[in-house]
């Protein structure tokens, strides 16, 4: 069975840093592109950042360039999201979902986790 | 940027009844068109990719139609477990992934 399980989510201040980590199993995990996709309290869903099977094509929302950076260890089966320069806006519960190819250009988010919360608050 | 517009943004509906959800794109997207159920408290569920397709283990109550800038989600007959949130997502044109402002289907 499949399993995308996020963690790292917590209470940060404005300006700070945060790890996101999501770990798979179940399937082969460099088959495959990744994303990640948040949800501010209440709200619909928004694109994040996406990165090909081999690390080597990345895309992010505009909101998000420059401030996160989204990695993957296919050795390790986990997929990262660094935060840096947080803001409130940044509050949402954080899912990493897994794409039906290899890369970034087949948007399809076949598999998700359950999601981790981030909240940026002083 | 691709903007997606969903109606309507709620309804509320009897178990049985046929529903069907609209999600229309700001320019032609073909059948690069996919539909999610989320459920309160849980991640999205991916029912219908490529505007049609049924994705396995989804029950065939659900279908999807459409191509273009026009699409409907139909669900021929609603059940209990169907409540919740549907979110259709363009994937023609990247970055960025652009999502539909959703559907809150609410069972009388």
């Known amino acids: 069975e499949i399993y995308l399980v996020e963690s790292g989510g917590g209470l940060v201040k404005p300006g700070g840093t945060l790890r996101l980590s999501c770990a798979a199993s179940g399937f082969t995990f460099s088959d495959y592109s990744f994303s990640w996709v948040r949800q501010a309290p209440g709200k619909g869903l928004e694109w994040v950042s996406s990165i090909s099977s081999t690390g080597l094509h990345i895309n992010y929302g505009d909101s998000m360039r420059g401030r996160f950076t989204i990695s993957r260890d296919n050795a390790r089966k986990t997929l990262f999201l660094q935060m840096t320069g947080l803001r409130g806006d940044d509050t949402a519960v954080y899912f990493c979902?897994?794409?039906?190819?290899?890369?970034?250009?087949?948007?399809?988010?076949?598999?998700w986790g359950q999601g981790t919360l981030v909240t940026v608050s002083s | 940027d691709i903007q997606m517009t969903q109606s309507p943004s709620s309804l509320s509906t009897f178990v049985g009844d046929k529903i069907t959800i609209a999600c229309r794109a700001s320019?032609?997207?073909?059948?690069?068109l996919n539909w999610y159920h989320q459920q309160p408290g849980k991640a999205p569920k991916l029912l219908i990719s490529?505007?049609?397709i049924l994705q396995s283990g989804v029950p065939s109550r659900f279908s999807g139609s459409g191509s273009g800038t026009d699409f409907t989600l139909t669900i021929s007959s609603l059940q209990p477990e169907d409540f919740g949130v549907y979110y259709c997502q363009q994937s023609y044109s990247s970055p960025p992934i652009t999502f539909g402002g959703g559907t809150r289907v609410e069972i009388k």
């Open positions: 320019q032609s997207i073909s059948q690069f």
């Open positions: 979902a897994r794409g039906a190819s290899a890369s970034v250009v087949t948007a399809v988010f076949e598999y």
């Open positions: 490529a505007a049609s």
